[in-house]
């Protein structure tokens, strides 16, 4: 699995991805659609993860990419 530091701009992109797709113009927009706060998608841009979003973040990652070696 990628270390945190490796998983936080895929995190990072991901969300940007999900703005494109939403035709969502900012971080507010994008939070309300998915309903959570603009705090909530700050933490998750900048890896203020908690234990299990670090876990489910990496299994997501390494199941969409494989040059990243699945969960041990």
């Known amino acids: 699995m990628l270390p945190k530091e490796e998983l936080v701009p895929i995190v990072d992109a991901a969300l940007d991805e999900a703005r494109f797709r939403m035709r969502c113009l900012n971080d507010a927009e ?39 070696a699945p969960v041990s």
């Open 30 to 68: 994008l939070a309300e659609k998915l309903g959570t706060s603009t705090k909530s998608i700050s933490f998750l841009r900048n890896g203020h993860w908690t234990p299990l979003d670090t876990a489910l973040i990496g299994v997501l990652v390494a199941s969409l990419r494989p040059d990243v």
